[in-house]
C-alpha cells in the first residue's frame, strides 16, 4: 500500500484548537479578566473545522501534520462560490497576539493574507493590533469581501483575495496566535461570520450560507512532495554518522518544499543529483503547503547520536507582550517568536517555547535554551539556574518501522525557529535571509548559536 506523509519540510505554522497546551504558557499572574464578545446574530461555525494540531505532541494524532506551533490555534475551510455572488466576512478582533485569515491555491500554496493590523475597524469599533491603540476594548469588529481574482499590487482595503479556479473553490486559514490569559481558544471571539449574496440579489446567512458555499466537513487534507518510500531511501543514505543532522549543527532558512528536502538529505529530488552542501545552491523564496505569508523560518536538524544534548544561545528580539491581558499594543522588533522539537518525517510538532515563555535572559539580553529527552535532561537546566528547557522529539522522526531503528530515526530531531510580523527597520529577521549561508551574516546574535554537549558537562557550569 503506498503510504505518503506530508515530508514538504516546509516548516509551516500552523494549528488547531488548543490553548497553551504542549509548551506550558502559563504565568505566575493569577488575575482574570472577561471580556466578552457581543453575540452576532447569524454565526457561521459551520464554515469552519477543526485542522492541524500539536495538541497531542506527537506524530501518532493523525491532525499534527506540517509542523504546527503549540501556541497557534488554527481552523480550516474549503468551499465554492457560487458564481456571481459577493461573499462578506463579518468578524471581531480577537484578544490574541495575532490572527489571519489566509488564502491558498487547492495544493496549499499560500496566495494571500488578511492580517490583522490591516483590517479597518468598523464604525465605533477599535483595531486592538495597532501599535498604541487598546487591547481590551470591547467594541472590536471589523467587515471584509472575499474576493476571487489575481492578487493586485495594490490590493483594496478589508479584501481577502483568493485564486480564480474552476469551480470558484476556496480554501483558507484561520489563525489564532496565544490567546490572552483565562480567554478561550479563539480569543474570547466568535469565528469570522461569512454572508453570501447570490446574483439574484438574494442573501444567505448562517447555515444557509454554509450550504450555498458547500462547505466541505473535513479539515485540510495532508499533501506531500514525495512519497514515505523516497523519504526513507534518502534518510539512508546516511552520508555520515548522525544524517540527516549536520555533524556541526546549523541553521537554514525554510524556502520551497523541493529546495528544503535538496538541503536536508543532500539530494536535489529535480535532477537527481547528490549535492555537496545546501550553500550556493538555488532556491525559491516560495513556501508552500498551508505556509502563512506572515512568518519566516530557519531549521536545523540534530542527532542524539551526535549528542546527547543540544545547548542554544541567542537573543530574543523584542515582542509584544499579551498574554496577561496587557492594555496596549506596543511597537517591537517581531510580533512574535518561537522554537519548537518536531518529527521530520511525520512533521509532527512535540514541544515549543515562546517569547513570553523564556523567563531568563541575562544582562546582555541572552538566554539559553537546553534541549534533551527528559532521562537526559542535566539538573541545572532549570529557571532557576537561569536556563529554559524543551524536551526533543521522544520518537525521532516519527518513523517507528523496526527498519529505522539502524540508521537512526529514533534519534534525529529538527528544530524550526519562527519570526512572524518583523518591523520594517529590524534588519537581523528571518525574511531578510536570501539564500542559505547567509543567515548568521543577516541575523546574527538573533540566530542563535548550537553545539552538542552532554547531561554531565552541562551540569559542571553549576548554577548561576
Known sequence: MKNTFKLNIVLTAVLTSVGLTACGGGSDDNSTVTVQPEQPSALTDCMWQNSFSSKSGTGEDPLNIAFPDSNVNYWSSEFAVPEGAKVTIDGDYPYSRHFSLVSYTAEGLRVNSLLDSTIAPNKGSVNPFIPGNKRLDKSRSYTAQLELGELPENPVENTLYAPKTEGNKVAMLYRVYVPNKNMDEKGNASFPRFKVQLANGEVKTGNDACNVLQVKRTPIQKTTTISEATSLA??????????????????????????????????????KKPIDKCEGQPVTPKLNYWATPDNEYVFAMTSRRLGKVMELRGKLPPTVKTLNNDPLFEKTDVRYWSICSNELITTATNYCLYDEQIKNVDKDGFYTIVASLPEDRPANATEACGVNYLQLSPRGSGYMGEDG????????????????????????????VKAWGEEKTVMGDYLPDMKYTSKEDFEAKGCN
Open 405 to 432: 531503528k539502524a540508521v537512526g530515526h529514533g534519534d534525529l530531531g529538527i528544530f524550526i525557529m519562527r519570526n512572524l510580523l518583523p518591523d520594517p527597520e529590524f534588519k537581523q529577521a528571518v525574511q531578510n
Open 234 to 271: 534518502l534518510f539512508n543514505q546516511q552520508l555520515h554518522e548522525g544524517f540527516p543532522a549536520q555533524q556541526i549543527p546549523t541553521w537554514y532558512k525554510a524556502f520551497s518544499g523541493v529546495d528544503n528536502i535538496k538541503c536536508i538529505y543532500k539530494f536535489d529530488p529535480v535532477t
